[in-house]
């Protein structure tokens, strides 16, 4: 669709840096056309706030019009009911039934009652809680969700917000109360145009935009013997949510502007008395030629334009960070190792390491050359080798503890790949939303393909883990590729379990289902499990282990005194400051749209894989370098180091996640508070676990590179 607008390679880069809702639709796959009349089914969903992380069902809110059940045109659709929804959609929190609203393509309505609604006391304070922490409603038709539409600062362009709100409130300027007022008329607004091809030809329409204006009609209007207001246009009384204590709320109550009896309290919730809703809704159709159908989203995006600069700001900033640091790296392996290589180790070299093992295992020393008061008796043996040893440097003389297997060696291994299963799941993920086939026409899709690829990639994570695990000297690969089949999804199932007990309690729709949880166990169980055995065969009888370019002694070498940089903890905090300055300028975006902003969608994907190869670049030279430091420091622990200092930098994700929720968020309540900081800490464990392995796998070749290329005599 917008090939057209660039050509060659450059256009193509910048096609897929920019990675819009253009490129979200394949020409002639997908387009719904409508004849003339034709009945155009509405959808309503979900309701959901910033300020809160529990969404509820539209359906389901006390104060709504319930589905009378009647068969609607368009699909065989009854009213309420259910429509299909993928994986994706139910994690989500998604559930999306048919109204009652008829829109007939072309046809306007200028007013229709839709019902009347009971409310009582107890439903009247839960809906005040949703108006007041700002909850906005979502409504489907065509898979385009009903949209607020604002104009840009300089007035030259319109740009929609997804959602509507469900209300809002006033103070008193007498008394300073606040007041509550439900939208219960709702104008809709479908923009159409002619359909592309014979369906054009025709006289079909495609839907091409989708407004909602709601508005607040107190009783205190005059309407039409139908109970529509005469006047939409000008309402001179707002519906407010107020029931008279004790008796049932009349529309002849006093009304002073703001209030009926403004200085009354209302009773508790079980005092008798209801509230009666009428809810009415206009429909008009505009043709729109402005628009065509395969950039139909583009005005869900016009607004967050003016972050692309940010964006190009955030790439420059990491390609200078990955600079530095690869001039670090290219100087480290050029210069100094190439030089170390040339040299080689000698026998004599040999010999006087083995007497520097063989010392009291209390004795400490600050590197190789050091002398303490024990130092005298090996003087004279180190001066007969003719100073070889003093040209030597220290990592040099690890060649015999450096590839000694690790502590706990059989938990790294499940750890490196169940890394690598969540590499190839983002990488998947981050692709597909970059070649636009993720996008929100795509409704969960992004849960539900990172689920698919997440159990595909069982096969790289079992392959992955026997090949670490062999290199190890392990021999049951059966009881390994357990572990990583059941340790990192087994924690991950457990922790959504409980934390989806509290939403249960909510009535919240992003509770999961009872079924959901079985299919996502019967997946988990019956598909991945057999996917990482497989892989994990491949990788422990086929591939086999890495081979180490050199022998490890009997005897484990002292470590000296480690400065206090060098040391496991400071070392990784200040290693993953680096490759979080990397990511630190696109992650505002991301936790802006998943947090802060839930009616806007993250579209940019182009960037953020850009942002993504320059931050798997930089983890792993940082890890090179530390661990370079480390083993020039005679500290051969090397494994597990490099695996934490890959993922260090989800410790200052975290830290960030802790500053966002208190100076940029407006999270009230337990429940929410609780989701977000428990799905900040999954997502840094899951990030963390995923950088870790890139650490670890690139400081891994490192070593085996470097220690292949020297000689021992």
């Known amino acids: 669709m917008i090939g ?62 319930s589905p009378t059940g009647n068969h609607k045109a368009g699909g065989g659709l009854l009213s309420g009911q259910s429509v299909p929804l993928n994986l994706g959609e139910v994690l989500r929190g998604d559930r999306i039934i048919t109204s009652d609203m008829e829109l007939a393509m072309a046809k306007d309505t200028p007013c229709t009652l839709l019902c009347n609604k009971e409310l009582s006391r107890r439903d009247m304070r839960w809906t005040k809680e949703l108006i007041r922490d700002g909850y906005v409603a979502e409504w489907i038709v065509d898979n385009l969700p009903g949209a607020t539409s604002f104009v840009t600062a300089d007035k030259t362009r319109k740009y929609y917000a997804a959602g509507f709100k469900l209300g809002y409130t006033e103070a008193s300027p007498k008394t300073g109360k606040l007041h509550y007022y439900l939208n219960n008329h709702h104008t809709i607004v479908i923009r159409y145009r002619r359909a592309p091809g014979r369906a054009g030809d025709r006289g079909e329409k495609v839907v091409v935009g989708f407004e909602v204006y709601p508005k607040s009609v107190g009783n205190g209007n005059k309407k039409d013997s139908a109970g529509c207001p005469v006047d939409i246009q000008n309402v001179d009384q707002p519906f407010e949510l107020y029931i008279a204590p004790n008796k049932t709320t009349d529309a002849s109550l006093k009304y002073d502007g703001l209030s009926y009896h403004p200085h009354e309290v209302e009773d508790d919730d079980n005092s008798p008395g209801s509230l009666n809703i009428p809810y009415t809704y206009s429909v008009y159709f505009r043709e729109d030629e402005s628009i065509e159908w395969g950039h139909r989203w583009d005005l869900y995006f016009v607004n967050q334009e003016e972050g692309t600069r940010i964006h190009w700001m955030a790439i420059i900033n990491s390609l200078i960070i990955c600079g530095l640091l690869t001039g670090i790296v290219m100087i480290i392996l050029a210069r100094t190792i190439h030089s170390d290589i040339n040299k080689g180790i000698s026998a004599e070299e040999g010999k006087a390491r083995g007497k520097r093992a063989a010392r009291p295992k209390g004795e400490q020393t600050t590197g190789l050359l050091s002398q303490g008061p024990d130092d005298k008796n090996d003087e004279d043996d180190l001066s007969d080798e003719g100073g070889a040893l003093e040209e030597a440097t220290g990592w040099k003389l690890l060649h015999g503890d450096v590839f000694r297997k690790p502590a706990l060696g059989t938990l790294l291994a499940p750890l490196v790949g169940s890394g690598m299963q969540l590499f190839f799941m983002a990488i998947g993920l981050v692709l597909l939303g970059a070649l636009g086939v993720l996008n929100p026409s795509f409704r969960g899709g992004f849960i539900s393909v990172g689920v698919g690829l997440f159990i595909f990639a069982g096969l790289f994570s079992g392959y992955f883990s026997a090949r670490v695990f062999k290199s190890f000297d392990g021999a049951d690969h059966r009881a390994n590729a357990l572990v990583t089949a059941l340790l990192f999804p087994g924690l991950t199932f457990g922790l959504v379990f409980i934390l989806n007990l509290f939403v249960w309690a909510q009535a919240s729709s992003t509770a999961i289902p009872f079924g ?135 410790f200052w994700v975290f830290l960030y996640s802790i500053w966002y929720y208190f100076f940029k968020l407006h999270i009230s309540g337990f429940v929410s508070s609780m989701l977000f900081f428990a799905y900040s800490f999954m997502a840094c464990c899951v990030y963390g676990l995923l950088t870790g392995t890139i650490g670890f796998l690139s400081a891994y070749a490192f070593v085996r590179k470097i220690y292949s290329a020297i000689k021992v005599d």
């Open 4 to 65: 057209t607008r660039k050509t060659g390679l450059r256009g193509l880069f910048l096609l897929l840096l920019a990675s819009s809702s253009t490129a979200f639709y394949i020409p002639g796959w997908s387009i719904k056309t409508y004849k003339d009349g034709e009945l155009v089914p509405l959808m309503v969903n979900k309701v959901y706030s910033d300020n809160t992380q529990l969404q509820y069902a539209y359906n389901d809110l006390p104060f709504t019009c």
């Open 516 to 650: 959901t949880l079985v299919a996502i166990l019967v997946l988990w169980l019956c598909v991945q499990v057999p996917l990482v055995y497989a892989g994990s065969h491949y990788g422990f009888h086929k591939a086999g282990a890495w081979e180490h370019p050199t022998k490890t002694t009997t005897i484990p070498r002292q470590v000296p005194r480690q400065a206090w940089y060098s040391k496991s903890i400071q070392a990784v905090l200040l290693a993953g400051l680096i490759p979080f300055a990397v990511i630190f300028i696109e992650l505002l975006f991301v936790f802006q749209s998943i947090w802060q902003d839930k009616s806007s969608y993250y579209y940019v994907f182009g960037f953020l894989a850009v942002v993504l190869a320059i931050l798997m670049v930089t983890i792993a030279e940082v890890t090179i370098v530390t661990i370079y430091a480390q083993l020039c420091a005679e500290n051969y622990h090397w494994w597990w180091q490099s695996f934490f200092v890959g993922g260090g930098s989800a």
